[in-house]
């Protein structure tokens, strides 16, 4: 990307596709490191206006990928930031919030498993406590992983840690979050392209996220009248370590060429979807979902 993030350019050129991951699957839950090719998370291209000055924000699965694009831009406009993840995640956990300190905001790291409802409920205790308070819950953490046969090759095991992860989760913390958020404050939830054009080998996630969009749409209208906003950004193929540690190696390396854009998408260009939803320039947006998928349509 370049280093001017508004510089016109043809989007098909802007990246090339990530078709260098030359090994088989990287360990999950995949840490950015072992990528042959690491995503662009705008660490040279973002830059903030102050759309989110004073700002406290919870954003899971934080320390890569999406996250933690969504957790530098979040910081260059102004917000401190708690990163939730899984302890495997340490180092890239530990390089986002160096990025978050970078921007001159306060960076919060919490290890665990967010299919602990207790665990849960101490993310957003402490963003409380270190934060000062929260404005901005963003429920992106998530768990996917193909199956070529789909639903036979579907354990119980595997359908209940996507459940928890992508669905129970994203409940628990927002009924924590909830009696924290003041008027004005927003929750975000990372839906996806699958949610309305599921893969057969995807079977499970895709179902979560179809839930997502519909648990989004009906807190939106739940929580209007506390003067809280809830919506979505639903992306296409993103390359993110979670694609080379879920993926076969013949999938991975044709990722993202089916869209217009012939390419996939780079967490970089999620990031101002997200700021957009957080800050007060969507003030009259509720129950929304954005897609952020490479041209391809959101039925």
Known sequence: MPDNQYEAQHPQDQYRTPDAQDSDRISHPGITG???VEPDHGEDSYHGTGRLNGKRAIITGGDSGIGRAVAIAFAREGADVLISYLPEEQDDARET?????????????VPGDIRNEHHCADIVAKAVS??????????????QMSQDSGLLDITTEQFDRVMKTNLYAMFWLSKAAVPHMRPGSTIINTASIQAYSPSPNLLDYATTKAGIVAFT????????DR????????????????????MPKEKVQSFGEDTPMARAG????????YVFFA???SSYITGEVLGV??????A
């Open 97 to 109: 919030a160096q990025l978050v300190e970078k921007a001159g905001r306060k960076a919060v790291t």
């Open 227 to 246: 003067g809280i906003r809830v919506n979505a950004v639903a992306p296409g193929p993103i390359w993110t370590p979670l694609i080379p540690a879920t």
């Open 279 to 281: 800050s007060q320039e």
């Open 217 to 224: 749409k009906a807190l939106g209208a739940n929580l209007a």
């Open 293 to 298: 998928t490479g041209g391809k349509p959101l």
């Open 266 to 273: 780079q967490p970089a260009e999620l990031a101002p979807a």
């Open 34 to 36: 072992e990528m042959d």
């Open 130 to 143: 270190d934060l000062g308070g929260l404005d901005i819950l963003v429920n992106n953490a998530a768990y």
